[in-house]
Each structure stands twice: as structure tokens, then as C-alpha cells.
């Protein structure tokens, strides 16, 4: 039976990889029913919202979906697409692999490392009170009456709620991941010296659900050493597990390590719902010009034929992309050479249809 998979092909170079994706799955042989939805500045600008209902609607029908980068737009008073269906469908778990690929000039060349980052809580949570205003006074008000603390009366705020049952989803959900995928050990990272009780939460709830499972090895290091230690030798680490914003920043650390941005795969993994997507934005500034890396969305993809239970086509995508790029074939210029999306995806393309 053929899979359903709502596709969103994005903004900026969003249509240019999301075409290229689908064309190397379809090669596959897998048999994908795709159903396409816009979502982004083309909606906003066509039906004034960024994400329509029916969008919503139809991945909750599909179940899993894969979309291309989505511009966040400016001052409009939208929410990120993104962050909105990351709440809208419980994708709590980000889980985004980094690792060397042959034949491209990095600094390492033994980096396997995956980041699972809670999506759903922390400073991305998105409640925040513009300096100024009154709700921004009231809470100072409300703030040096609970703490005694006084805070600066031109401040700005954005609240970080890290819950015991958001954090202990997501530690669990990662110790499950580990011992499913055959993996070593996990670090959460975090700054619990600081802060006592979103972060320091945070890691307690990781120590003691570690603790029920001796067989997979924890530990938890601070994000500033973490950061220090990753660059300096990141073959030393496994599975990394993060809180919302520090996830954000150090998967495109780690993505930068293997190669950068164009080669970064993303799910955002909830029990009932799955989104793919690539770790990097819209790429304004190369938009329309062909020139965009679609290996990120293509390796997107081929965690999406995982997760529907297509684990060899997955593989064949997977070492296809790994053959063209041992080989030097096609680069796009962010990986040095002067190939196009297409010739990229079309080199990709060939090895897995062959
Ligand atoms: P970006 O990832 O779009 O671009 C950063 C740099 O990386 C640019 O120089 C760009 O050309 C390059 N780059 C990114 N992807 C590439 C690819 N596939 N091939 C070659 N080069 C690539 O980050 P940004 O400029 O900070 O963000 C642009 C827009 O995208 C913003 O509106 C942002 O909010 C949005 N964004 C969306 C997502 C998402 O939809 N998941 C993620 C990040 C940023």
C-alpha cells in the first residue's frame, strides 16, 4: 500500500529541495501518495496566515509529512511555522544525526553524533512581554513582589518553563532511541549551576531515569564546556540531549563540523505525528538560483522512509549520497564545487534508481 505524506515544499529554496527530494524518493520505487500543501509567505501573502488549518488537518490525516524551510517573518505578528507545528502536533523530540561524510574537506572525519532537542517547552515556548507595555510592567510588579528582585524597568521578557513532565518525556524517549538504534551513551547538556530550577530540573529528571537504565551510560556536562569539548573532539561523544534552545544552537554546531548546513537531516517526532525537515532556513540569499544543497532534505527523507518501515530503500538513499559525494560529483558551491540542485539530485538519483 502506498504511503501517505503530506509534503510542504516551504520558502526560499524550500520548492527548489523539496522537488529534488521527491523526485529521488519516488526513485526509490517506494510508493509515496503525496499530497502537497503551502504553508509560509506564499499562504500569508494569498490567504493572510502562515499556516492555514487545512494544513494542520491534513498532516493530523497523513501522519507524517516533510517540508522544506519556512521563512519566519519579521514584525508581521505570525509565530514561526515551524514552533507552531511543533506545538500544534506535540512534536516534542527533535532528532537530528550529524555525520562525516567521505570526501568532504572538514576538520574531523569521525563524527557520528545525533542531537535529540525537547522542541515543545523552554525559551522557545514563545511567551514574551514586549518592554513597555503593560503586561511587561505588571509582571515586573509581579516579579519583585514574588522574588524581592528588582528588574530593570525598560525590560524586555521571555519565560523559560522547563516541566517535569516535558522533560521526563523527552529523557525517556531518548534513552528508548539509544537502545533502539545500537547506540553508546547520551550527554545532556545543560546550565543547572545558573539556573536552579529550569535546567537544574531538567538534569535531575535525566540523572534519575538514567539511573533505572544502567545499561545505556549517562552523563551530563555544562552547555559552555559541552560547546568547548564538542569542537575540540567530537568523536568523543554519542547522542547528545538537549533542552529546546541549547538544541537549536548545537545541531548547527554539529552540523558545521560535518560539512554545514546543506547536509543537515531533521525529524520532529511526536507519539501519534512525524515531521520532517531539514535543519537549515529558507537561504534567502541564494534562493531561485538553483545553487541550493538539497542533501539535507534529501537525507530528511530517507528518515522519513525509516520511520514508515522502509528501512532498505532508506539505506539506498542514504549510501547513494555517500557514493556522489566520495566521488566529488555535482557539488553544489557550499560544499566547494559548481553543480546545481539538479545535477546534485540527479547524480543521487541515478545511484539509487540503479
Ligand atoms: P539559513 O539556514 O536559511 O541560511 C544560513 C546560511 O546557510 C546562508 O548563507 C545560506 O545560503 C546557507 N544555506 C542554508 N541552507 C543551505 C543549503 N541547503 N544549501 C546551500 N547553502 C545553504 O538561515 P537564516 O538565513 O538565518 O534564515 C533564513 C530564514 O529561514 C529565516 O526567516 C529563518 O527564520 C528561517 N528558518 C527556517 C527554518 C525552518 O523552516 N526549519 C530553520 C532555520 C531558519
Not at 509560509?40 to 490567504?47: F, M, V, W, Y
Not at 493530523?60 to 524551510?69: D, H, M, Q, T, Y
Not at 516541566?163 to 534513552?175: K, W
Amino acid at each position: 500500500m502506498a504511503h501517505l505524506v503530506t509534503l510542504i515544499p516551504g520558502d526560499g529554496i524550500g520548492p527548489e529541495v523539496s522537488g529534488a527530494t521527491r523526485r529521488v524518493l519516488d526513485a526509490t520505487g517506494v510508493e509515496i501518495d503525496w499530497v502537497v500543501e503551502d504553508a509560509g509567505a506564499s499562504t500569508l501573502e494569498r490567504e493572510g496566515t502562515t499556516l492555514p488549518a487545512r494544513v494542520l488537518q491534513q498532516i493530523r490525516r497523513s501522519r507524517v509529512a516533510i517540508k522544506g524551510p519556512i521563512t519566519t517573518p519579521v514584525g508581521s505578528g505570525f509565530r514561526s511555522v515551524n514552533v507552531e507545528l511543533r506545538q500544534s502536533l506535540d512534536l516534542f523530540a527533535s532528532v537530528r544525526p550529524s555525520r562525516s561524510l567521505a570526501g568532504l574537506p572538514t576538520r574531523f572525519s569521525n563524527v557520528d553524533l545525533v542531537v535529540i532537542r525537547e522542541n515543545t517547552e523552554d525559551l522557545y515556548q514563545g511567551i514574551e512581554f514586549e518592554h513597555g507595555t503593560p503586561e511587561a510592567r505588571q509582571l515586573r510588579e509581579e516579579l519583585l513582589r514574588l522574588s524581592g528582585r528588582e528588574v530593570a524597568e525598560d525590560s524586555g521578557f521571555t519565560v523559560k518553563p522547563i516541566s517535569v513532565t516535558g522533560a521526563r518525556r523527552i529523557v525517556r524517549f531518548a534513552l528508548d532511541y539509544v537502545r533502539a538504534q545500537g547506540r553508546r551513551r547520551i550527554t545532556l547538556g545543560h546550565k543547572a549551576n545558573i539556573m536552579w530550577f529550569s535546567d537544574g530540573l531538567f538534569r535531575s529528571i535525566g540523572r534519575v531515569e538514567a539511573d533505572d537504565q544502567p545499561e545505556v551510560a549517562f552523563e551530563d556536562v555544562e552547555i559552555d564546556q559541552l560547546s568547548m569539548r564538542l569542537v575540540r573532539d567530537p568523536a568523543a561523544f554519542d547522542v547528545l540531549l538537549l533542552p529546546n534552545l541549547y538544541g537549536d544552537i548545537i545541531s548547527d554546531l554539529c552540523a558545521g563540523l560535518v560539512g554545514g548546513l546543506g547536509l543537515a537531516a531533521g525529524a520532529n517526532l511526536g507519539w501519534e505525528y512525524a515531521v520532517f525537515e531539514p535543519v537549515h532556513g529558507s537561504a534567502p540569499d541564494i534562493a531561485g538560483k538553483g545553487v541550493a544543497n538539497p542533501i539535507a532534505m534529501i537525507l530528511s527523507g530517507a528518515m522519513l522512509l525509516r520511520h514508515v518501515g522502509e528501512p532498505d530503500a532508506a539505506a539506498r538513499v542514504e549510501s547513494a549520497v555517500d557514493a556522489v559525494l566520495a566521488d566529488g560529483e555535482a557539488r553544489t558551491p557550499d560544499l566547494g564545487g559548481n553543480g546545481t540542485t539538479d545535477t546534485l539530485a540527479g547524480a543521487i538519483r541515478t545511484r539509487v534508481a540503479a
